[in-house]
């Protein structure tokens, strides 16, 4: 293998190790005077034990040989290990029982282990092999709980997906060292500036920057998850009726407005529905069964409803829906409509009087209401229209 002399490796070395403890002081600092998700402090804690161990692993003078190849270790187990804790606790998970046992046994014995194999038997090849088994069911459990998270977050996936890439390129960038290293027949080569060194340094490098931006990242894609979240169910109690999940008027008014804006918008029909003698129902059975009434009416116009249809509560005891299919669609819809409304003949029975009218985008919503709602009151107002009757278990 190409060997360069002199030798610029320390010069990369310092490089990386002043960027690296920047990069781990600025992450500490901000995750303790900055706190955020559960997770966020033992992330930033891990991280850097993880780096600062593969750059004292890495690079030792041979004076501190040994014990740099101690510490150098101890920090990178005690990091992982409080690297997969953090992504428990940032996904609102406990740490497996049999994962906790294997850090708190495994390191010690660990670090017994690579000291002899140290300053007793001196055996790069088994300190790699003990190292890479450790680190690998580290990474094994880290992978698994991400890969498991995308499927149950896909709105943090793209974040999710980043680190993964992240995590398989350091570990791709630390093969080739390994590779050369592990079987202990190239020890000269372990401070020389070869390509493998190079390859390691960076991915020291790119784990400490890279880790840190694509965990804020993670962090980041969460809080807008929540926000939005937070801001749809804001929007479901300010334009959706809580008893009756239907529209509310400020609902209405404003899903009319965009219906009235769409390109291919037509022609549609707006019902008005109104529970008669509704005040007397309340007062011979109270309130409870008016509200009974009120939710079951909510049901059956959400069941006749299509997609692009509107349903709503207009206050009251008075409700109005949109109808937007074809003629064919909106007459079914009306059949259905009354068919079951007149169906009900409980002991809390009560009629409905329902009317509508045909209105075009262009028409202002007020207008358009007052046809519709005009067209019920004569129906009301008619003693020889069929009475509908409705009882809240016909919708359910």
Request: hydrophobic fraction near 50%; aromatic fraction near 8%; include cysteine.
């Amino acid at each position: 293998m190409l060997v360069l002399t002199p030798n610029p490796l320390p010069v990369l070395a310092a490089s990386v190790s002043v960027t690296v403890l920047i990069v781990s002081l600025l992450t500490l600092l901000i995750a303790w005077w900055r706190p955020s998700y559960p997770g966020w402090r033992g992330w930033a804690a891990g991280h850097t034990l993880v780096v600062l161990g593969m750059l004292i692993g890495t690079f030792r003078p041979p004076q501190l040989e040994h014990l740099s190849i101690l510490l150098g270790n101890a920090l990178v187990m005690v990091g992982a290990a409080l690297f997969v804790g953090a992504y428990y606790r940032f996904v609102g998970r406990s740490v497996p029982p049999a994962l906790v046992t294997l850090h708190r046994v495994s390191v010690p014995l660990m670090l017994g282990a690579l000291y002899w194999f140290t300053a007793g038997d001196d055996n790069i090849t088994v300190r790699f092999l003990l190292i890479s088994i450790y680190l690998t069911l580290c990474l094994a459990a880290l992978l698994t709980l991400i890969v498991g998270q995308m499927r149950r977050e896909p709105r943090l996936r793209g974040a999710y997906a980043l680190q993964l890439w992240l995590f398989g390129l350091v570990f791709a960038l630390t093969v080739p060292r390994s590779v050369t290293l592990g079987p202990g027949t190239q020890p000269h080569l372990t401070y020389a500036f070869t390509l493998p060194n190079i390859l390691m340094f960076v991915g020291v490098l790119l784990l400490s920057v890279g880790g840190a931006f694509t965990f804020w990242l993670l962090h980041d894609d969460r809080r807008r998850a929540e926000m939005q979240a937070l801001q749809d169910d804001l929007a479901e109690l300010a334009f959706r009726d809580a008893l009756t999940g239907v529209l509310n008027r400020r609902g209405l008014e404003g899903a009319y407005a965009r219906w009235r804006g769409a390109p291919d918008s037509h022609a549609a029909t707006l019902v008005v529905l109104d529970v008669d003698r509704f005040k007397e129902l309340n007062d011979r059975h109270g309130h409870a069964a008016g509200d009974a009434h009120l939710a079951a009416l909510g049901r059956l116009l959400r069941q006749v409803a299509r997609a692009d249809d509107l349903a709503g509560r207009l206050g009251g005891d008075e409700f109005t829906m949109l109808l937007t299919g074809a003629p064919q669609e909106v007459e079914g819809q009306l059949t259905h409509l009354t068919t079951t409304l007149s169906g009900g003949n409980g002991p809390l029975g009560c009629s409905v009087s329902v009317g509508w009218t045909t209105v075009a985008p262009l028409d202002p919503w007020i207008e358009a209401l007052s046809r519709a709602d005009a067209a019920m009151y004569a129906r009301k107002a008619n003693r020889r229209a069929p009475t509908l009757r409705f009882t809240p278990g016909v919708a359910r």
